[in-house]
């Protein structure tokens, strides 16, 4: 189980500090509104993650238990769709961009619903997920939805964690990214190999 939940935690923390949308919506609204309202976000987009996750827990389940063929194509698809996603970040534009002109402050409900909304209408994800979770299940035979939940858990935690940190230091990131535009083409980089790297790892 270790085996399998160790180089998980590592991919999804890699994957989770790699630049892209959600991750610059929390920098963003905590430029705007301060840490506080930034967490709340966090807290809703981390809790879409819940949806993406029952969604693929109970369809790659029973697929799971009707053909193991089935599985091993998912696996690769997932791979394969790992790789188009390096590939899109390799040829995509290394600048970051972002801004508060026009967020308003909104209510603390407001802001949670509008996190998880975000994250639950993003079917991304759910295709994300898709191609990750399913090759790191540490035992295919026994009671798959529990190894899904407990990965989307997981999951759940390393990105409220990352985020929330995101949201406290917004200013001090928002400022260094100001001042150094080159940066951009490192997150570019990184994405890509971070990319690269999981696919590889779903198909060991």
Do not use: C
């Not at 998980?8 to 500090?17: N, Q």
């Not at 026009?102 to 949670?112: A, I, P, R």
């Amino acid at each position: 189980m270790l085996e399998q939940l160790i180089p998980f935690l590592t991919a999804s923390v890699l994957l989770t500090i790699s630049p892209g949308p959600d991750i610059i919506y929390v920098l963003v609204r905590g430029m705007a509104n301060g840490s506080k309202y930034g967490i709340i976000v966090v807290l809703g987009l981390v809790s879409g993650i819940l949806v993406h996750t029952s969604l693929v827990a109970f369809g790659v389940s029973a697929i799971i238990k009707n053909s193991p063929v089935l599985f091993m194509l998912i696996k690769i698809f997932g791979a394969l769709y790992l790789f188009f996603l390096a590939y899109q970040v390799f040829k995509s534009d290394s600048k970051i961009a972002f801004s508060t002109k026009g967020l308003q402050k909104k209510t603390l409900l407001s802001l949670f619903r509008q996190g998880f909304i975000m994250n639950v209408l993003n079917p991304k994800v759910t295709i994300y997920f898709l191609a990750f979770f399913p090759g790191f299940l540490w035992e295919p035979s026994g009671n798959t939805v529990l190894q899904f939940y407990i990965l989307g858990l997981l999951f759940m935690l390393q990105a409220f964690v990352i985020f929330s940190a995101v949201a406290m230091m917004a200013g001090k990131i928002s400022g260094y990214l100001k001042k150094h535009p080159n940066s951009g083409s490192v997150l570019k980089w990184m994405q890509v190999v971070v990319f690269i790297l999981i696919a590889v790892l779903i198909l060991i």
